[in-house]
């Protein structure tokens, strides 16, 4: 009975440290929004409101590509389709004389649309079919917006100055703010449960009852919701899109690589990625040609894969288990003595 209860004490002990541990990745996160809240306040120069917005725009768009292939496990190549067309939605209907909110909120309604259409006979193909299926669909649209007038084909289209540098830095602030509440929802959600048992069993899935096309589909308009929403707040940032930067391939490839460099299927995963890759990127950036920056991308991938599989966030739970099984122990020994 002695026994038991002691038992009982320790599973109960550790849960507590491993709640209080999550809760202080929390408050970390908190602090840090206030603080880029308050950033532009004390007049930070323009280069770094830039570079943060930068990294912003990264970890939410690596945010919502973790829906989709952190969560139910599919590699979607052509993630950056949505992120195109949800900058020219924005900018197509400001040249058509809508305001911006409009245009921003019919970015992630198309997105969500587009994920509809590809996602519904896509979604059943397995492996290296799905990823191959949704990049030649990105590859499509990006030929399609070259020859198309009403696009500016080659030559893109103009976005007035409607926002200023600060007004675009919390616009994506809050889209990114967003992105990341929504993962950390997912992940303590019944949704995530699905997601995740999807992932990593789809046979035993179904067998437990989840409709896997439709958790599937879910994951995947909520993956491109996001997307879309932050292309057009690029498009407002930026205030030129053209089709060889907003459905650039290169854009999903660093997408991956701040997702594998962080930690697939977790919310703190693409944070840390999009944070630690952007800023090694600022640092050598000047002295690297466009050939060279994708060399150390491979590098960078081929290093995660073979050293660190599961990412950085990986290696810190990794460490946390081994605080946790460390502070058992030490409590059964002075419990037996």
Not at 201 to 225: D, Q, W
Not at 246 to 258: E, I, P, R, S, Y
Request: hydrophobic share 55%.
């Amino acid at each position: 009975m002695r026994q038991g209860c002691l038992s009982l004490k320790k599973t109960l002990s550790e849960v507590f440290y491993l709640l209080r541990e999550e809760l202080k990745f929390l408050y970390i996160l908190l602090v840090i929004v206030v603080v880029l809240l308050l950033l532009p306040i004390f007049k930070v120069p323009f280069y770094w409101i830039r570079f943060i917005t930068n990294i912003l725009l990264w970890i939410g768009l690596t945010e919502s590509l973790n829906i989709i292939t952190g969560y139910t496990g599919r590699v979607d190549f052509g993630h950056v389709a949505f992120f195109g067309v949800g900058a020219y939605t924005v900018a197509i209907s400001i040249s058509y004389g809508f305001y911006w909110p409009i245009g921003l909120v019919l970015s992630g309604i198309f997105a969500l649309l587009l994920a509809i259409l590809i996602g519904a006979p896509t979604l059943r193909l397995h492996g290296a079919y799905f990823a191959i299926a949704t990049w030649s669909f990105a590859e499509a649209l990006k030929q399609l917006f070259n020859v198309l007038r009403e696009t500016g084909a080659s030559y893109g289209i103009s976005v007035p100055a409607i926002l200023s540098s600060i007004d675009a830095y919390y616009l994506i602030l809050f889209l990114t703010v967003s992105s990341i509440i929504t993962n950390i929802t997912i992940e303590k959600h019944k949704l995530g449960f699905a997601f995740r048992a999807i992932r990593d069993g789809e046979i035993a899935a179904a067998t437990l009852g989840v409709n896997i096309s439709k958790y599937r589909l879910i994951a995947f308009m909520i993956s491109a919701l996001y997307a879309g929403f932050l292309g057009g707040a690029y498009a407002l940032w930026i205030n030129y899109v053209y089709p060889g930067d907003a459905f650039a391939g290169l854009k999903t490839d660093q997408m991956f690589v701040m997702l594998l460099l962080g930690g697939v299927g977790s919310y703190l995963g693409p944070i840390i990625g999009a944070t630690v890759l952007l800023t090694i990127l600022e640092v050598l950036w000047t002295y690297w040609t466009e050939i060279w920056y994708m060399v150390f991308l491979g590098t960078v991938i081929m290093f995660i894969v073979l050293l660190m599989p599961q990412g950085i966030v990986g290696l810190i739970l990794k460490r946390r288990e081994f605080i946790s099984i460390r502070r058992i122990l030490r409590e059964a020994l002075i419990g037996q003595s």
